[in-house]
């Protein structure tokens, strides 16, 4: 991971998300790109002029200068320290914006605020949050404002013991390993659920064959309420980041890993998300 792009609306709402992509490029030893994606029509309603374009300027140059000085005031960065890379886009679809931008930069991931306005309160409901996690080639972490990590000391991967998921729990290896993280795997299964603990096995076995990392454990729960569950997991075991890989349709799988536990997780902003899609891991 050598590109981390970081969105913003320079609210306070994001600037937990500001601090935790800066604690994974000092770790990681990568490259911190900002962008904030404004929609110039929605400030301007012009022909195009020669008036308009002094206007476009003068909004791209103050955004600039206002993303800058957000940066530089909640990171507390020192004079002779080199900031992070700039970048402002117009564009009237702020996931648009932010997808190409980070296609252009050659990305790894996306990091962003739980709520605030604008992008930041889009990922939560809005079509922000559904474009920019089916449709980003990479992975999208999500941060609430709460969030105050400066280390990772445990991942939570919540499982549908699918093969699919191989690879990604193989991409998150690559920074775990940075942080000498512990990845916990969790499954919730209901009682109506077929031979889950044998497909636990299986997949246990799968991943032993195709995934290096040692501090990897693996933990069954068997209960109907599976997002009360979760929940209370990510408390017990004090859990840093919660991994969760979506399908297109809205769907984690045919059973009950769907989109709307995903969305609920993401409502209840207890731990930042990371969010998978599956094709942001080269499978179709």
Same mark, same amino acid.
């Given at each position: 991971?050598?590109?981390?792009? #970081? +969105? ?7 600037? !937990?998300?500001?601090?935790?992509? @800066?604690? $994974? &490029?000092? %770790? ?23 008036? #308009? +374009? ?7 140059? !103050?955004?600039?200068?206002?993303? @800058?000085? $957000? &940066?530089? %005031? ?211």
């Amino acid at each position: 991971m050598k590109t981390i792009l #970081y +969105a913003t609306d320079y609210s306070d709402n994001s600037i !937990s998300a500001l601090k935790l992509a @800066d604690v $994974f &490029c000092k %770790k990681l030893d990568a490259k911190l790109h900002v962008i904030h994606v404004f929609d110039i029509s929605a400030t301007f309603i012009s022909t195009v002029s020669l008036a #308009y +374009a002094r206007l476009e300027e003068a909004a791209f140059n !103050s955004h600039r200068e206002k993303l @800058d000085s $957000f &940066c530089w %005031k909640n990171l507390r960065m020192m004079e002779n320290e080199k900031g992070p890379v700039i970048h402002v886009v117009e564009n009237s679809i702020e996931s648009n914006g932010i997808i190409e931008k980070a296609e252009e930069i050659n990305a790894d991931l996306i990091i962003v605020g739980m709520t605030g306005s604008n992008i930041v309160k889009d990922l939560i409901i809005g079509s922000t949050a559904t474009a920019l996690i089916e449709k980003s080639p990479l992975p999208v972490l999500s941060v609430p404002q709460i969030s105050k990590l400066s280390e990772l000391s445990t991942i939570v991967y919540a499982t549908a013991f699918e093969e699919a998921e191989v690879l990604a729990i193989k991409k998150i290896t690559e920074f775990a390993t940075a942080f000498d993280t512990e990845i916990k795997l969790i499954h919730v299964s209901t009682k109506k659920e077929y031979a889950a603990e044998d497909q636990m096995l299986w997949f246990k076995e799968m991943l032993k064959e195709k995934v290096t990392y040692e501090k990897i454990s693996f933990e069954f729960r068997l209960s109907d309420d599976v997002f009360n569950t979760l929940k209370a997991y990510l408390k017990e075991v004090d859990a840093d980041i919660l991994v969760m890989l979506e399908r297109e349709g809205h769907t984690l799988s045919p059973n009950l890993w769907h989109y709307d536990l995903v969305k609920r997780m993401k409502l209840e902003r207890l731990v930042p998300l990371l969010s998978y899609q599956k094709n942001s891991i080269g499978i179709s």
